[in-house]
């Protein structure tokens, strides 16, 4: 495989610790490091959760990023704490938005649910092949075609309506496709049903509902960058721009924008430049592909 013997040995472990537990049992894997001051908070948190779900088959697996180079660069870690679930060898969950125990207890129980662990077997049958069309609505998503991503989230929901991910992914692609009055009739009905009210993942709905209600058509959102790019020390509005590329699909500019006025002034406006990027993160969802990347180059300006 080309791998040195210190890399065989961290692939070994990690089949050992991780791999194969989680054939059978939810795994909570957690890269830390001993000089990171928000793993030490969080560990506390992970191992209590972990042990009062042990008897549903939930177990919590240690990757010291600096002891376990490699394995860290497999799952292009960034930062640090970065926390999965993972079952059958594979990350099913980025957990390391849970910062709270009821947060990280809903995300479990919602997996337990889904997957043949323990209570949650007997939802076995259904959860794989619906995890599977979530997957390829959000794939969907994240690719620009909003308006496909909405009926396949649609579907699902058809299928399982009390299914969280379909729900959020259902609003959030109405959101980005510009229905805004749709996104908000789905966001309410999702909101009503008892099972879902709770949800984090409607949360992360709402965020982009609220980020898609700074939409404006064309010849304004022109006039905008135009403004922000006559005078950067206008942060208004660099911001205003920034809000409206984001509601329009052009996230790429909105990052661009935010990231460039964090650089000037972080402190603008009681940081509104970087609390907008997180609100952003949080809308799109933190495995999206563009918002890794973006939270790696907004840690380089935070820590670098």
Request: hydrophobic share 50%; net charge negative.
């Given at each position: 495989?080309?791998?040195?013997i210190?890399?065989?040995k961290?692939?070994d472990r990690?089949?050992?610790?991780?791999?194969?537990?989680?054939?059978?049992?939810?795994?909570?894997?957690?890269?830390?490091a001993?000089w990171?001051?928000?793993?030490?908070?969080?560990?506390?948190?992970?191992?209590?959760?972990?042990?009062?779900?042990?008897d549903?088959?939930?177990?919590l697996?240690?990757i010291?990023?600096d002891?376990d180079?490699?394995?860290a660069a497999?799952?292009?870690?960034?930062?640090?704490?970065?926390?999965?679930?993972m079952?059958?060898?594979?990350?099913?969950?980025?957990?390391?938005?849970m910062?709270?125990?009821?947060?990280l207890?809903?995300?479990?129980?919602?997996?337990l649910?889904?997957?043949?662990?323990?209570?949650?077997?007997?939802?076995?049958?259904?959860?794989?092949?619906v995890?599977?069309?979530?997957?390829?609505?959000?794939?969907?998503?994240?690719?620009?075609d909003?308006?496909?991503?909405?009926?396949?989230?649609?579907?699902?929901?058809?299928?399982?309506?009390?299914?969280?991910?379909?729900?959020?992914?259902?609003v959030r692609?109405?959101?980005?496709?510009?229905?805004?009055?749709?996104?908000?009739?789905?966001?309410a009905?999702?909101?009503a049903?008892?099972?879902?009210?709770?949800?984090?993942?409607?949360?992360?709905?709402?965020s982009?509902?609220e980020?898609?209600?700074?939409?404006?058509?064309?010849?304004e959102l022109?006039?905008?960058?135009?403004?922000?790019?006559a005078?950067?020390?206008?942060?208004?509005?660099?911001?205003?721009?920034?809000?409206?590329?984001?509601?329009g699909?052009?996230?790429?500019?909105?990052?661009t924008?935010?990231?460039?006025?964090?650089?000037?002034?972080?402190?603008?406006?009681?940081?509104a430049?970087?609390?907008?990027?997180l609100?952003?993160f949080?809308?799109?969802?933190?495995?999206?592909?563009?918002?890794?990347a973006t939270?790696?180059?907004l840690?380089?300006?935070?820590?670098?």
């Amino acid at each position: 495989m080309g791998l040195s013997i210190d890399e065989q040995k961290a692939v070994d472990r990690f089949r050992t610790n991780v791999v194969e537990p989680s054939m059978t049992k939810l795994v909570i894997l957690d890269f830390y490091a001993d000089w990171c001051g928000p793993c030490k908070a969080l560990t506390p948190m992970l191992e209590k959760v972990a042990a009062e779900y042990a008897d549903k088959g939930v177990i919590l697996a240690k990757i010291d990023v600096d002891a376990d180079k490699f394995v860290a660069a497999q799952f292009q870690v960034q930062s640090i704490p970065t926390v999965y679930a993972m079952f059958q060898g594979q990350p099913v969950a980025d957990l390391t938005p849970m910062r709270s125990e009821s947060q990280l207890k809903q995300t479990i129980d919602q997996l337990l649910t889904q997957l043949p662990i323990g209570e949650g077997a007997a939802a076995a049958d259904a959860g794989p092949d619906v995890a599977q069309l979530v997957a390829m609505g959000d794939e969907t998503l994240a690719g620009g075609d909003a308006e496909r991503a909405a009926g396949i989230f649609a579907q699902i929901i058809e299928m399982t309506p009390d299914n969280a991910a379909a729900q959020a992914g259902l609003v959030r692609a109405l959101a980005q496709a510009g229905h805004v009055e749709q996104a908000q009739a789905a966001l309410a009905a999702a909101e009503a049903n008892p099972a879902l009210a709770d949800d984090p993942l409607l949360a992360q709905a709402r965020s982009a509902l609220e980020l898609a209600g700074n939409r404006v058509d064309d010849g304004e959102l022109a006039a905008l960058r135009d403004k922000a790019q006559a005078d950067p020390a206008d942060m208004a509005a660099r911001y205003a721009y920034a809000e409206a590329a984001f509601a329009g699909g052009d996230r790429e500019s909105a990052g661009t924008e935010l990231l460039a006025m964090f650089t000037a002034d972080r402190e603008w406006n009681d940081g509104a430049a970087k609390a907008k990027l997180l609100q952003i993160f949080e809308a799109v969802g933190m495995e999206d592909p563009w918002v890794v990347a973006t939270r790696r180059q907004l840690s380089r300006l935070l820590f670098g």
